[in-house]
């Protein structure tokens, strides 16, 4: 009877599922910040700031994410590993900082970079 009284309600579940996916705040992606490492899991997101982010998570290879830049602006994604990961774009290998607890890297517009991290 109460079920739809707000629209909202209806889309909680996906929209934990997806903070549990990705999480985007103050201009950083944070790919898989509650997701379980024992659980494969991938999605497709648009995120504020002018990206789309694919990404996939598997326990045995690690993760990879696809990045579309559609305003080339830089790309800042939380990393707490020691190791930095590689990111092309195009097939070209781009340079990769590190920021405090972020990684970033600088796209292009329209273009989509490859960034792999290793486990």
């Keep these: 009877m109460y079920a739809l009284r707000i629209p909202e309600d ?3 579940g996906v929209a934990a599922t997806t903070e549990m996916l990705l999480q985007s705040q103050a201009g950083v992606i944070r790919l898989f910040p509650c997701w379980s490492r024992k659980k494969k899991a991938a999605f497709v997101v ?3 700031g002018g990206f789309i982010v694919s990404a996939g998570w598997d326990p045995t290879s690690g993760l990879r994410a696809e990045i579309r830049s559609l305003t080339g602006e830089p790309c800042r994604i939380r990393w707490v ?3 930095l990961p590689r990111v092309t ?3 070209r290998h781009l340079p990769v900082r590190r920021e405090g607890r972020e990684i970033v ?3 292009r517009r329209d273009s989509v970079c490859e960034v ?3 486990r």
């Design 10 to 12: 209806n889309y909680l």
């Design 46 to 48: 648009c995120r504020r």
């Design 81 to 83: 590993g020691t190791r």
């Design 89 to 91: 774009c195009e097939g």
């Design 105 to 107: 890297f600088q796209t």
């Design 116 to 118: 792999r991290f290793w």
